[in-house]
């Protein structure tokens, strides 16, 4: 768990995006927006590569694909570096349909 100076260190950084983590935003539906406030506002989760994991649900109340949900869940994979933090993927999953 982090103190809340690591929290608030963490959240001054620059956050950068990959192309491939620009492109699933796109194809999964997520916009850069809701990614920062995952990874600021979001819960961190267990994440494999030494890498760090966020997730935040936000309300949706949309159709997806055709389908109506209610929630989406987005977990944008990041990688820190000493000034930055750097997305290298995003993952979006919707709920509640």
Known sequence: MWSSKEKEEYAMKTILFSQHALDQLRDRGASKEEVKLAIQAGEEVPAKKGRRAFRKNFHFG?????????VKQVMPIVVEEAEEIVVVTVYVFYFGG
């Open 62 to 70: 949309s159709k997806w694909k055709g389908k109506q949900y209610e």
